[in-house]
């Protein structure tokens, strides 16, 4: 896995604590045409290395790449993980999302959003209250486990092309879960891609690369922007 130089950032969300996260930038200095912000799940954090995997092979193709630790999680950010809630993430993401907006490279971006498990839910919420979101990546996720939010209601409500990516040996999180959110978002739901092999945290070797590869072509298909380089 190649290495990315990724720049460090540090900003106050609407509760006024701190969320701490990763920008990857591409190797060339002009304006970026496509940008991925990517939601570690349930006790992760913004340095996973299914997350670095797939910041790596986002860089090397022109994509820039956000990772970055909710609060109330078990990161850097402020807060303790018994205070999770999906609603506390989705103002998490949503400021995260405003400060990449007013990054000079990222202005002109299309911005996709994915969320690894837990956080599904997570950018389904966002997408549905976000227009402007290009693309969602539901990776691994779990749909309808929380009573914060009607989750039928809030599939429904995505505009957004919804790309499903689960590990064929994922023995946390069930096919019937992306099966449930395609039979409520319904033609949203444009892609499904079963890894094989893969594990729940994509940790059997090579399948965080696969889920990495899969994601790529799926931004550089639903989202519009320049011809990228040659990988």
Do not use: W
């Amino acid at each position: 896995m190649a290495a990315v130089a990724a720049t460090r950032f540090v900003l106050t969300n609407r509760q006024k604590r701190r969320i701490v996260g990763l920008l990857d930038y591409p190797a060339s200095d002009g304006p970026v045409t496509r940008t991925l912000v990517l939601c570690h799940g349930y006790g992760g954090d913004k340095d996973g290395a299914y997350l670095r995997q797939i910041a790596a092979t986002l860089t090397a193709a022109g994509i820039a790449t956000v990772r970055f630790d909710f609060t109330n999680g078990a990161g850097e950010s402020d807060g303790d993980l018994s205070g999770a809630t999906v609603a506390g993430y989705a103002n998490d993401l949503e400021d995260v999302l405003d400060y990449v907006q007013a990054q000079p490279r990222l202005r002109a971006s299309a911005v996709a959003i994915g969320g690894h498990s837990y956080t599904g839910m997570v950018v389904l919420v966002v997408a549905a209250r976000r227009p402007e979101i290009a693309a969602v990546f539901f990776l691994s996720a779990v749909f309808d486990r929380t009573r914060e939010f009607d989750m039928v209601d809030v599939a429904r409500r995505v505009r957004a092309p919804i790309v499903v990516i689960h590990g064929a040996s994922d023995r946390e999180v069930a096919l019937a879960e992306p099966e449930k959110l395609r039979q409520a978002a319904g033609d949203r739901v444009v892609e499904l891609t079963i890894v094989p092999d893969a594990d729940h945290n994509y940790l059997v070797s090579g399948t965080a690369a696969l889920v990495a590869t899969a994601i790529r072509e799926a931004l550089l298909k639903y989202l519009p922007g320049a011809s990228h380089p040659a990988h």
